[in-house]
């Protein structure tokens, strides 16, 4: 197999990024007083459904009957505030990459390889996490950008990797996908691509058994042979 392009997801694979989402939208219901509160077995649950509208839609759909609901309209104006809270707390530096992640991007940037993002998050949240976990743009980081706000369908539908794909302009077999989560490795697998799992803080139990490999980190020691080839010996020998 030829490697010539890595795809990552973004929240819970190149980051811990889901209590800082908790938090920007916890902070977001407490100024619209809504007594809305996701606690972490909540958010847990929550994440079963791809993209923060579609949280907040199926969060609302079980409340008590005669709870004030949201129209479509201010849920996706309540989304956009809680993006911006997102973003002032990336800003202040609370967020770091997990291990083996920063090595390994400019292991593959050094070997030549093409970098790209596929997440169902839209495009200022990869801008937020970029600025904050490299101090640099992240078109300067990735080669391609495949955001959730870019596609019809979100994870679990194949949509995003798609079109990560047809932006590198690449087959998917001389594609790695990354991911932590079940929803994201059916839409990986069903975009044609192998799949490196490391599973997150909130994804440690689903069941992650169809991917290619499941990795416990992506340090260098971990990596699959396929991969420390195409990177090259010497800037993954673990000794």
């Known amino acids: 197999m030829t490697l010539s392009a890595l795809i990552f997801d973004v ?30 077995e909540d958010y847990k649950r929550l994440l079963k459904t791809t993209g923060g509208k579609e949280r907040m839609r199926a969060w609302q759909m079980d409340l008590p009957e005669g709870a004030p609901r949201l129209s479509d309209d201010q849920i996706a104006r309540l989304h956009r505030e809680k993006t911006a809270r997102y973003g002032e707390i990336l800003a202040r530096g609370e967020l770091s990459l997990r291990p083996g992640v920063a090595e390994l991007i400019a292991a593959a940037r050094d070997a030549g390889l093409k970098l790209a993002v596929a997440t169902t998050t839209n495009l200022p949240n990869v801008e937020a996490l970029s600025q904050c976990c490299w101090g640099r743009a992240a078109e300067e980081v990735f080669d391609v950008i495949a955001a959730g706000d870019m596609v019809a369908a979100k994870k679990p539908a194949p949509d995003v990797f798609l079109l990560a794909l047809d932006k590198l302009a690449l087959p998917a077999d001389h594609c790695l996908a990354f991911e932590d989560s079940v929803n994201g490795l059916k839409s990986a697998r069903g975009a044609g691509l192998r799949v490196v799992m490391t599973a997150s ?3 440690g139990d689903e069941d992650h058994s169809a991917a290619d490999w499941s ?8 990596l699959p042979e396929l991969l420390r080839v195409a ?8 000794g």
């Open 11 to 40: 929240d819970g694979t190149l980051a811990e990024t889901e209590e800082a989402h908790r938090a920007a939208f916890n902070r977001s219901f407490a100024d619209w007083g809504l007594g809305w509160h996701w606690t972490r």
């Open 201 to 203: 803080a909130y994804t």
């Open 215 to 222: 990795l416990p980190s992506l340090e260098a020691r971990h």
């Open 231 to 238: 990177l090259g010996a010497e800037p993954l020998d673990a």
